[in-house]
C-alpha cells in the first residue's frame, strides 16, 4: 500500500485518467473527491461488501419460482370459519 501526505486542494493521479482530490479536512473526517471516466465504477468498499453479502443470500435463498408458489397457496388456503360468538356472555362490569 502506498501512503502518501496531502494538503487540502491537493491531488494524487492514478494512471492518466483517475485524480483523487483531497476536498476538505475536518477533525475526524477527510472528504475525497473523484474524478474518473464514469465508465469506471466508484464506490465505497462498504457499500461493495453490502451488495455482494445481499447476491449471495439471494443465490443460496428460495427461486422466484418456489417464492411465487408460496404465495399463491396463501391466497387459495381454505378461510377458516368464524368461532360463533355466545351473545349471553358478557364482558365483567368495572365499579
Request: no cysteine.
Amino acid at each position: 500500500m502506498l501512503v502518501m501526505s496531502r494538503r487540502q486542494g491537493e491531488t494524487i493521479l492514478i494512471g492518466d485518467q483517475i485524480e483523487i482530490v483531497i476536498a476538505h479536512i475536518g477533525r475526524s473526517r477527510v472528504k475525497v473527491g473523484i474524478r474518473a471516466p464514469r465508465e469506471t465504477t466508484v464506490v465505497a468498499r462498504e457499500v461493495k461488501l453490502v451488495r455482494d453479502e445481499n447476491l449471495a443470500a439471494a443465490a443460496a435463498g428460495r427461486s422466484v419460482g418456489e417464492i411465487s408458489r408460496f404465495f399463491q397457496n396463501i391466497r387459495t388456503a381454505p378461510k377458516v370459519p368464524a368461532v360463533p360468538v355466545d351473545e349471553t356472555v358478557s364482558a365483567p362490569r368495572t365499579p
